[in-house]
C-alpha cells in the first residue's frame, strides 16, 4: 500500500465516474408509451450501449434474473418480455464499441467457477480488456429450481462460496504464464474442488474487474476484501456519505488502499428546462411506472395473499402479511415482512395516501429531479463531498432515457472538471483508474490514441 492512499479527506479536484444499467424488469422503467421500444432486442442494447459510449462512461451494466418473478403461479408482467443472458449480449456489443467497459451480472450461487472465468477471460479478449463481472449471489429456492442441483444456498453460505467462487475465477485466470502458455491449476476449498487446465489465454486486463452491489455487513466486507468497485443505492446524501466512509475503512484490513475500490451510487435523473417542468415529468413517470395494478400486486407480494379485491386508490389492508408456508428458503422473513407492512401503513395514515400512491411514495426511483445544470451541481457536491466515487445511471426509458443526460448532463460535469473530456486509455481499468493485477502494468495503459466520441466500427 506504500505510496497509495488510505481512506481520508479528498482533495477538491476529485472527478467521478459514470455507468449506465440497462434498465430491466422493474418499476424503474416506463413499459409503456410511443418511446418504449423492446428491452430484449439488440437494437435497444445497442442505442443505450452507443450512448454511453458517446457521453464517455466508464461501463454499461446488464442485470441477471436467472427467474421470471412470479406471483401466484403468473409469471409477473415485469418479466413477461424474458430476461436475456448478460455475457451474451455484450460480446455482441463488444463489436460496435470501442472503449465502453462492458459488465455482466452473474450469479456466483448457480454457476462454476471454471464456466464464467472461461466466458468472462473470452468477452475480456474480444473486447480488447472491457470486461467486467458483477457478481451476485441470489439464494432463492425459485432459482434453484431451474439448476440441475435443485434447492437454495443458506443466505450465511453466499458471501462465503461466493469469495471462494471469485478467487477460484482469479487462479484460473492466473494460470496462463504471460508468455501464453498454460499451466495445470488446481483448487481444492469448502465449495470447489477442482483441477485442471483453463482454455483461455491470460485475459487482457489480468482480471477482469469485479463489481459487488453490497448491503449487508457481509456483502460490504467481500466487497472490500474482493471487488474493484462497488454500486450503492441510497436514500440520503447522508446515508451515502456513512457507506462511502464504511466500506472505505475496511479496505486497510486487506492491504488495500482508498483508491483501489471505487463507490459507484445509483442514480435516476429526471430533467426538465426549469425546476417545476422536472417535478411535473417526475411526477408522470411515476405515475406511468405504477399503475393501479402494479400497487396492488407489490402490495400482494408483501402480503402473501390475493388483494386484488382491494381498490388501489383506497386505504392498505389493516391485517398483518400472512406467513410464508415454506419459511427460510431465502424469501423475505416474515418478520421482515411485517415490519415493511407496518411502515406502509403507518406512512399512508400519517400522510392521507391511498395503495397506489403509498407504493409510489415508497418505490419510486427518481433520485435527481431538476435543471440540468442544478443535477451536474448535485452529482459534482456528492462527489466532492465523498458519497460516492461516480454514478451509475439507471434510466427510466429503454432505449432513449440516456439520451439527454448524455447531451446536457455530461458537458456541465466537463465544464466544471468533474468529468474526463476524452477516453485516456483503452480498458476498463484504465477507466476507472483501478491497479492491474501483478503482472498488467499498472492503471493506465500505454497506448496514446485518445477517443473523444464514441466509435462506428
Ligand atoms: C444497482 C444494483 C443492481 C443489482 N443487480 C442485481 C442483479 O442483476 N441480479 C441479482 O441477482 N441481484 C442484483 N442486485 C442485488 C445485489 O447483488 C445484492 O444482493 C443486494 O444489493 C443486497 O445486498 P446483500 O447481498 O449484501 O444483502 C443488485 C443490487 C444493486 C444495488
Known sequence: MSGRKPYGPR????????????????????WTGPDAKSPIEFSSFEHLARTAERGLFDFFLLAEGLRSRE?????????????????TVLNALAAVTGRLGLAATADAT????????????????????????????????LTGGNFRRGGYLDRADRYPRAAEFVATARKLWDSWTPDEAPRP??????YFDIAGEFTVPRPPQGHPVVIQAAGSGEGREFAAATADVVLARHGTPEAGRAFYADVKRRLAKYGRAADDLKILSGVTVVLGDTAAEAQERAATIRRQQVSPQRAVLTLE??????????????????????????????????????????????????KGLSIRQTVIETSARQSLVGTPEAVAAELARSVREDAADGFVLVPQLTPGGLDEFVDRVVPLLQERGVFR???????????LGLPGPVGTGGPHDDRTDHMTTGPTP
Open 110 to 141: 448457480f454457476n462454476e467457477p471454471f464456466e464464467l472465468a472461461r466466458r468472462l477471460a473470452t468477452l475480456d479478449h474480444l473486447s480488447d480488456g472491457r470486461a467486467a463481472w458483477h457478481v451476485v449471489t441470489s439464494s432463492d429456492d
Open 421 to 431: 473530456t476524452e477516453y485516456e486509455g483503452h480498458t476498463l481499468r484504465s477507466h
Open 301 to 350: 407480494r408483501l402480503w402473501g395473499v390475493d388483494l386484488s379485491a382491494y381498490d388501489p386508490d383506497g386505504p392498505l389492508p389493516e391485517f398483518d402479511p400472512v406467513a410464508d408456508p415454506r419459511p427460510a428458503r431465502g424469501r423475505v422473513r416474515h418478520g421482515e415482512a411485517v415490519a415493511t407492512a407496518g411502515k406502509l401503513r403507518a406512512l399512508s395514515k400519517e
Open 71 to 87: 406471483h401466484q403461479g403468473r409469471i409477473d408482467d415485469l418479466d413477461g418480455a424474458g430476461r436475456p443472458e448478460p455475457l
Open 11 to 30: 482533495q477538491p479536484g476529485k472527478r467521478c465516474h459514470l455507468a449506465a444499467y440497462f434498465p430491466g424488469a422493474d418499476t424503474t422503467t416506463v
Open 185 to 190: 491449476f488446481a483448487h481444492q476449498g469448502r
